[in-house]
């Protein structure tokens, strides 16, 4: 056989094994419910109907299909699960741990950061930032939550009508993953025009407008688009303050070891550490970590650690400004500890806030941060009641519709954090509440995100009464990367004082 009729083969069995691949996605796909799809465009007209709302998309289809289907958007097959059994399938496991396609739209902003890598990388990286989210690390932590805490409390505080708390909140909690990621103060809440502060909400808000129309997904297009020019001039500016953020660090580093100079341990002081400092400690003993890898670690953090912790406080501050028998059995928990001392809270203070706990999780179960996650299968992967995930497919898991689900959370409609307590637990399934996702792939920042949820509710109720703007009110809420409420959060806040 010559060259040319070997290559000819080869062809025509890649082009083969490929139709067999793609036989085998379809036909096992094929038993899996879903909308009725149309050819090539699949069901990109009922994403249309809803106005690229997934959160509405995902809800009407989960009410007519139950907790398995699949969707097609053009060619691509997503399939969407709310069975704890088939989360705990999937989740757990040490193998399926690619994240989606769609995750790829990140890469120019946090590159292949512990969100998005997979693989080698995404193990190898898992590894060596464990540590750095341990107890003792985040401790060092609760001084930057009680000072921001205190500036966001005052900053509503001044408030005179009803005020969107999630857009203060969100300065909040961008000034504390500054300071705990990088090690830099950016006083967004004194200074909401600084050009970091609005560079950040700049990527954000066309990274989200990207999400949302699948045409902006081709890059031709989206680097045209406007929201793409904003976005990548956003992303630039943001990059410069990593990269800048980094380098003055080595520099100061290296002219301490030069100059032997003592450093604040040396001299028996306590320094707080960023994440940044832990990844260029292990970078100086040996890790494999290049300045690129060092700021993808950082600006994942940056992404991930302040718009979901900011998206669950604003809903957090809404439930109990709407429950105020939530809201004083959380003053008298903060009376318990504090009695009418407005002394700052401590780690030990604020793992004793059980109460406060369970409101946070009880608001997470309603109102997750990110209400949809999704890998993509490279093996088969066998589910509950004979359902097989196909290589190939995109699966996504609905933390919304979970926690809406009556089979798991008899009236699903109530605000009622003592659902968490042990006796009222028996029986529930631990895949039924997975807002910060669960497995080898959960959110590593779910510690810190605790404490800093807490940290700032409990400075909240302490200082500040809050109340809803009008009888009833409930913000809407639409599923974006981050669930959010895109006309704001509104509330009254008037002052508080504890009684002794
Ligand atoms: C209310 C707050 C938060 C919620 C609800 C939340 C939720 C989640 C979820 C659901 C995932 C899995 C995403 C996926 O599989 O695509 C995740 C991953 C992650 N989160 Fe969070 N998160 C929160 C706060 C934070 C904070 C404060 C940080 C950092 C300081 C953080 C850092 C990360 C990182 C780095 C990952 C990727 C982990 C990996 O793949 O190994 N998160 N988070």
Known sequence: MDAFMLAVVLVALAIFARYLKRKHLVETLDRIPGPPGYPVIGNTMDLVHFKFN??????SWTAQYGDIFKIWLGNVPFVILTKPEDLEILLSSNKHIEKAELYALLHPWIGEGLLTSTGKKWHTRRKLLTPTFHFRILDQFVEVFNRCGELFVKKLLEQKEAVNVHELITLCTLDII?????????????????????????????FHQRTMKPWLHLNAIWNMSSD??????????????????IS??????????KDSLKTDQDLGLKKREAFLDQLLDASDSGADLTDTDIREEVDTFMFEGHDTTAAALSFIMYNVAAHPEVQQRLREEMFDLFGDSDR???????????????????????????PLFARKMREDLPLTDGYVLPAGTNVTVSCLQMGSNP???????KFDPDRYLTENSSGRHPYAYVPFSAGPRNCIGQKFAMMEMKSALSKIVRSCDLSLPSPGYKPRIEGQVILRAPEGVFLKVAPYRAKA
């Not at 997934?54 to 809800?59: C, G, I, K, P, R």
């Not at 089979?407 to 409609?413: A, G, T, Y």
Request: with cysteine.
């Open 228 to 245: 793409g020019k904003n976005f990548n001039s956003a992303v630039t500016e943001l990059h410069k303050y990593t990269n800048d953020v």
């Open 248 to 257: 003055s660090r080595r520099k100061e580093r290296e002219s301490r070891r």
């Open 178 to 206: 500054c300071e705990t990621a990088m090690g830099t103060k950016v006083e967004a809440q004194n200074d909401a025009t600084s050009s970091y502060v609005t560079a950040v909400h700049k990527a954000l808000i066309s």
């Open 344 to 370: 700052q809270a401590t780690v030990q203070d604020i793992q004793n806030m059980k109460y406060a706990e369970r409101v946070v999780k009880e608001s997470l179960r309603l109102y997750p941060s990110v």
């Open 54 to 59: 997934l959160t509405n998309a995902v809800a």
């Open 407 to 413: 089979k798991h959370w008899p009236e699903p409609e």
